[in-house]
């Protein structure tokens, strides 16, 4: 009980100052659902879209000074959000960090310009060597933070320097040469927000990019992209895939509630319908259990759990 009013003392002293500060567009209890391609979710205790990256700072640094935990979601793209939502604060940055801009070597972009936007300014401009990201749904940001990527490429393998803040709100930049990337993953810290990126590219002719960007986006034509999902929810084992051993277990189709393995690709799990995270949750573990019996291979999961049941 002390612990509960302690967390609603904290809310409203940090609800009186942020009204104060007047940063952005501030909602509570606001569903996350609305906010995740999954469409599953609990709500934010607060929810807030800052317009720049100054106010963006401002409500880092008030976060922090009042105890509350902090979450940075871009276009949540790859986030299951638990069914009792997100304590704390969750920041929208999809209104702020939105440069987009040639630079010596490559572009610098902003962490919220989406991956379309950024290949289709790449390909007006003929810089060449993203083509492989076409058809991956998101934001620089977050395809930074998870080192997005297919076809044997991944985002990492282009980024030069990474620029943000840490989660007291101070500003931090980091060269290509403090950042490792392996698959799905990066060393970037929980507390780092990014807010930009200058990636390496080189020129090409548009008709070769389109062509590559095409060419990639024909090979995604055997995912449910059209579906509600967070794409792919296993990360591939070493030397196979998570999809064929899903299916090979005889889990295509599988379905709890409203979760089901989509039957156009095992390794994606949709949203039939009013699913809940726990019936995803219960569904992600039934096929990793189904895979290890089967092939002996436990499944990671590469989409992120985040919230409170």
Not at 167 to 196: K, M, W
Not at 280 to 300: A, H, S
């Amino acid at each position: 009980m002390a612990q509960k009013e302690e967390i609603t003392e904290r809310n409203v002293r940090f609800r009186n100052q942020l009204a104060a500060l007047g940063k952005g567009e501030i909602l509570e209890k606001e569903p996350l659902c609305k906010h995740t391609s999954f469409d599953i979710g609990g709500p934010a205790d607060f929810f807030i879209r800052p317009r720049t990256e100054q106010e963006m700072v401002a409500v880092v640094r008030l976060t922090r000074a009042c105890g509350l935990p902090l979450m940075v979601i871009g276009r949540g793209t790859n986030l299951l959000v638990a069914d009792g939502g997100v304590r704390g604060v969750v920041l929208d940055l999809s209104l702020a960090c939105r440069q987009l801009e040639v630079c010596s070597g490559g572009v610098l972009v902003g962490a919220a310009v989406s991956i379309k936007e950024l290949l289709d300014f790449c390909l007006c401009r003929e810089l060449g060597g993203l083509e492989f990201m076409a058809g991956i749904p998101g934001s620089l940001g977050g395809a930074i933070r998870v080192n997005a990527g297919a076809w044997g490429k991944s985002i990492g393998e282009l980024v030069d320097v990474v620029r943000g803040y840490d989660f007291p709100g101070q500003a931090i930049s980091l060269e290509s040469s403090r950042l490792h990337f392996c698959y799905r993953q990066s060393n970037l810290a929980e507390d780092v927000i990014i807010t930009e990126a200058e990636l390496m590219l080189s020129p090409a002719l548009s008709e070769v990019i389109k062509k590559q960007m095409e060419e990639f986006q024909r090979r995604r034509l055997s995912q449910p992209w059209d579906q509600k999902s967070a794409g792919s929810v296993f990360k591939n084992p070493p030397g196979a895939t998570a999809g064929k051993l899903i299916e090979e277990s005889g889990c295509k189709g599988l379905r709890i509630g409203g979760a089901e393995v989509s039957l156009k690709h095992a390794n994606f799990i949709i949203n039939r319908g009013g699913a809940t995270a726990s019936e995803v949750k219960e569904l992600i573990e039934k096929v990793q259990g189904k895979v290890k019996r089967r092939f002996g291979v436990k499944l990671e999961t590469e989409i992120l759990l985040v919230g409170e049941e």
